[in-house]
Structure formats: C-alpha cells, structure tokens
C-alpha cells in the first residue's frame, strides 16, 4: 500500500509541474503578443495625425474655394456695368482668380497623393494586425487546452480597396456619350443642385470623409473653372 500510495504521489507531483510549466509557456506568448501589439500601436500613430493633417488642410481647401467663388461672383456682377475701367479691372480679376484656381488645383492634386499614401499606409498596417502571428498552438503544451486562446479579429474596414472601388464605378467616356442626351434635360437641376453650398467634412474616425471631401472639391473646382472660361468668354 505504501508502494502505491507513493506512486501516486509521484504522478500528481508530476503533473502539477507540467501544468506550471504549459502556464508559464502560455504567459510568455501573451507577454510577447502584448509587446507586438504595443509596436503595431506606435507604429499607427503617425499615420492617425497625418490623417487628421489631411483633414484640416481639406477644410482650409474648402474655405479658399467658397472665396474664390465669393470673389468671382462678385467680378461678374461688377463687369456687367457699363463703365469700361470697371469692365477692365474685372477682367484683370477674373484673370486673377482662374490663375489662383489652377494653383489650387495643384495643391488639391498634392493633397489626393498624400492621401493615398497615407490610405496604402493604413491598409497594410491593419492587413498586418489581421493576418498577424497565428495563435497558441494546441499542441504547444499539455495543459494548451486549458488556457483560453485569443479570438481572431474580423476583417477591417480597407479604405483602399473602397476608393478603387469608387473610382472603378465611375462612368466612362462611352457612358457619358450615351447620357449626354440625358444631361440636356437636366441642366437646370444640376445648375440649382450647383448654387448649394458645401456640405461640412465627416468628423468620423475613418478616412472616409476625407476622400469624399477631395472628390467633392475636385468638382467644385471643375465647376469654378467653366465658369471661368465661360465667364472670360462673354467678356
């Protein structure tokens, strides 16, 4: 009896170390997930304020383009008097105005490649997060079965893949051949929809907002350029 009893001693004494030992194993791996998590964490900083950057540079663009408009409208109406100096400073205006309007376009320009390279930045940062080191093993250790592993994260917003997808959904030339008999029916829509003033930019955590913000003011200024052109025309 002794013999036994002795025996069975030996075999708990055993197996409590090996569960001390798969615990201790199972603690090290999440200290090291912990530090990998930490390093991803600085590492998405500077991509957070850069965003933010984008973002007040877009509401600066913003406010330049309602005073460019301010601005022109304001030539127009002064160079349909009938005084000719009027007439003359006008178009110097206007001249002034479509050369400010093509650097802003250059500037907008700038600011689209920026922002893409800050989207490709965080897309393979979160593609890196998701798709990261896989999680503790089943067979790492005799006691895997009791330490609960991670959950594995759902697949993130790719804001990427979302502005291609965008840009692939936009009509082609042939499409605008085909609804260019539309567009006469409609002129007088688009002209009233064109008088609305900018909407204010999304204030949403992703970088949404933002690439809408660009492509919206990539229209006005399109908008602001054929008045322009119109506008120097009738001159």
Do not use: W
Request: overall charge positive; some cysteine.
């Amino acid at each position: 009896r002794s013999d036994s009893a002795r025996t069975e001693t030996d075999a708990d004494d055993e197996d409590r170390m090996l569960d001390a030992a798969g615990l201790r194993q199972a603690a090290r791996q999440l200290e090291q997930e912990n530090a990998r998590l930490r390093r991803e964490n600085a590492q998405l900083r500077p991509a957070a304020s850069s965003a933010a950057q984008l973002r007040l540079e877009v509401a600066a663009m913003r406010e330049a383009a309602r005073g460019l408009e301010a601005e022109l409208q304001s030539s127009v109406t002064a160079s349909a008097s009938p005084r000719g100096a009027v007439g003359n400073a006008s178009s110097s205006a206007m001249k002034k105005l479509q050369s400010e309007a093509r650097e802003l376009r250059a500037m907008e320009r700038m600011l689209q490649l920026r922002l893409s390279q800050v989207l490709r930045e965080l897309a393979l940062h979160k593609r890196a997060r998701v798709h990261g080191p896989a999680a503790v093993s089943a067979n790492a250790s005799p006691v895997a079965s009791r330490v609960s592993t991670p959950r594995r994260c759902t697949p993130r917003f790719d804001p990427t893949a979302y502005v291609t997808e965008r840009r692939q959904r936009r009509p082609t030339s042939a499409d605008d051949d085909r609804r260019r008999p539309q567009r006469s029916a409609a002129s007088s829509a688009k002209k009233a929809k064109s008088k609305k003033p900018l909407q204010p930019a999304s204030s949403g955590p992703g970088l949404g907002g933002v690439e809408e913000d660009v492509l919206q003011i990539d229209a006005r200024l399109d908008r602001l350029q054929s008045f322009l052109d119109r506008a120097l025309t009738v001159r």
